[in-house]
């Protein structure tokens, strides 16, 4: 199967009914289920209505059936093989084949994420970061993890950059932002109801906001100004949260690199942040 069909379908699971996700799981479990199949048959064999396959299909960026009827058949370049890796089948397994799959694991979402990388997206992220004054870095939980992991890249180039390590010291702070900053929003589900507190004051504040998230149909995709996706497979003994952590720091560092090669291209300024870093070592 196409690994951009697989992106889409998966980028968009979250937000799905429990009838579309079973045309999202029947399509992900039989790779060559279009090859050869009108949309009245599938439906009948999924067990849906012909309009349910139509509606699946419009919510993951396709016009009609045929168009994803040919990214299904297309050949993507990857071997289904060696996309999936089912680590709960490893579990009888040695400790480095069980290591090994989750490596696997680990490059199968670096892989999915990139696929669904679009360069105008990149474009509008860096333009908000070249404008901002200062940007506010705002994750919970797991997801605070990687706004620190954001703030220690970014505190290396000229934009001025905050993180706050608490829910209620967040909240206060995003009210002191305006539309002249940026605000940086990490939250997995895009669906945490403390998090969207401090999306909508960000918002009442017309703070621009880049969010990176694994569901383009959550709240905080539709409140962001820009929103880059991470994709991941869930499973049972790692959580689909914590392997989607490889992809979303992954993505910061992209923002990073950009921002340092399009805006900071100022080589002075580098050797004077490596000069400091290397008097830190013996």
Known sequence: MNIELVSKIKNNL???SNTEKKVANYLLNNEFALENISIKELAKDIGVSISAISRFTKKIGYKNFQDLRVDMIAPSGINKDSYFFPIENEADSSLLSI????FKSGISSLMATL???DEKVLIKAIDILSKSKCCGMFGLGGS???VQNAMQRFIR???ECRVYSDFHTQLLACSRF???DCALVVSHSGRNKDIMRIVDILKGHDVPIISITSDITSPLSKKSSVVLSS???EIMY???ALSATISQIMLVDILFTLYSLKVDNEQNYFKEVRSIINSTRI
């Open 157 to 159: 180039t000229s934009l």
């Open 238 to 240: 790692r959580p689909e």
């Open 115 to 117: 696929s669904v990388l």
């Open 178 to 180: 305006t539309s002249q």
């Open 144 to 146: 605070y993890s990687i």
């Open 14 to 16: 979250y937000g799905m």
């Open 99 to 102: 290591s090994k799959a989750i």
């Open 231 to 233: 994709i991941s497979d």
